[in-house]
């Protein structure tokens, strides 16, 4: 299973950049393109291009010679040919290594790639996502509290850890709806609502995602100070997955403050989450965070491309194909870990009787703990006879 994620991860990054693994037969051309390269470039398909890479002059083959040839050895197109494939050896006076990359025809790779397989996999998987909630909605119902009410609450959540919550909750759901705009705008929004307000939707978005990605990082920090050490895996949690939690059958398995599906939601935010606001502090400053080139080239080294069927990664990449890659790779990310959240975000409203309150008023009802929690609310019951970890009476 992990193989399969991690060779559809790397299919779906290394789509901008793609090349075909066989060299087609192009003797009738002295190796230049045929006609089936331009038809299948049009097609969106990959192409071998090594022979034009290749291709870009050579003053030996030309010094002393008696036939004429051009000056320096190398004609206006071998010129051109090496500046696309980033070979020739550029100058500029200001700029920096951004500037002396002339041309970038991976640009429109990538802007394929970002219309075609990532709206498409990304649409559905969220489409998909919300269906089988409905579905299990439809076939479990509601997870209702078994015992009576004993109108006794415990704290579950203190208030510093709610605004923790919330401030990540918030801002992630803020991040998430202004990224699927700025994706999705052009075909949803423009066509129905005209050009100017998918503009000024864009304009808001930009902002709004832009700022509020720094709340974001900051609750993502809160979080984990505060929630990693109840989140470190035990054998109760086989327990907890070895039932299924409770959620399929009646039976609910003892946890602590968090059970197993709660430290794999935990988890999930905290690497997918760091993943993105990395990669998103990238885009934030532009070719000052190369993240991808050193990162395929330690891959390479593991030699995980090759466990999953892969040549070896790219490792030497212009900045903008270094922006390319963090764009794709932060949506990615952003489309897993909103399936994710929208999965949580059933379970602590709608899903599960009683579980919001534990992120809203912070106190739960003993019985709502003892069913969920029981560890943890028998570790509470002997921790102390003051403060708000003792239970009381339900105003």
């Known amino acids: ?20 693994q066989t060299t087609p037969d192009r003797s009738a051309t002295g190796g230049a393109q045929t006609l089936a390269d331009i038809l299948a470039r049009q097609r969106g398909e990959p192409v071998d291009d090594s022979a034009m890479r290749s291709d870009t002059g050579n003053p030996a083959d030309v010094a002393g010679a008696a036939q004429l040839g051009p000056i320096g050895g190398t004609s206006d197109p071998e010129v051109w040919r090496a500046i696309r494939y980033g070979s020739a050896e550029t ?69 510093i850890e709610r605004f923790g919550h ?27 609502l005209g050009r100017e307000v998918n503009a000024t939707l864009l304009n808001a978005s930009k902002w709004i995602h832009n700022n509020v990605a720094w709340a974001f990082i900051i609750g993502l920090v809160m979080i984990f100070v505060m929630w990693v050490v109840h989140n470190i895996p035990n054998r109760t949690d086989l327990v907890w997955l070895r039932q299924f939690g409770g959620i399929i059958g009646k039976y609910h398995p003892p946890a602590k403050k968090f059970n197993a599906g709660q430290k794999l939601i935990f988890w999930s935010v905290i690497l997918f989450g760091t993943s993105i606001a990395v990669s998103g502090v990238s885009l934030l400053f532009p070719y000052e965070l190369p993240l991808f080139a050193k990162t395929f080239a330690i891959l390479n080294d593991l030699g995980l491309p090759g466990l999953v069927g892969m040549e070896p990664l790219p490792v030497m990449l212009s900045p903008q194909e270094e922006m390319q890659f963090a764009q794709g790779w932060h949506a990615i990310m952003a489309f897993v ?12 409203s709608v899903g599960m009787e009683g579980a919001y309150d534990a992120m809203g008023s912070g106190e739960v009802d003993e019985a709502w703990a003892h069913q969920h929690h029981s560890i943890w609310l028998d570790e509470m019951k002997e921790a102390g006879k003051d403060g708000p970890q003792k239970a009381h009476p339900a105003e």
Request: glycine content about 14%; overall charge positive; proline content about 2%.
């Open 1 to 20: 299973m992990l193989r399969v994620a991690l060779a559809l991860v790397l299919s779906l990054m290394l789509g901008l950049t793609a090349q075909a």
């Open 166 to 192: 919330w401030l990540l909750a918030g801002s992630f759901v803020l991040l998430g709806l202004t990224g699927l705009v700025s994706l999705f705008g052009r075909i949803f929004i423009a066509p129905y």
């Open 337 to 348: 870990l909103m399936a994710i959240i929208l999965a949580h975000i059933y379970i602590g």
């Open 91 to 159: 100058r500029v006076s200001a700029g920096g290594e951004v500037a002396s990359v002339l041309v970038q025809d991976g640009g429109m790779k990538w802007l394929s790639w970002r219309d075609g397989p990532l709206r498409t996999y990304g649409g559905w998987l969220l489409i998909g996502t919300l269906g089988a909630l409905v579905l299990f909605y439809l076939l479990r119902g509601r997870i209702r509290i078994d015992e009576e009410m004993t109108g006794r609450t415990v704290t579950r959540f203190k208030a």
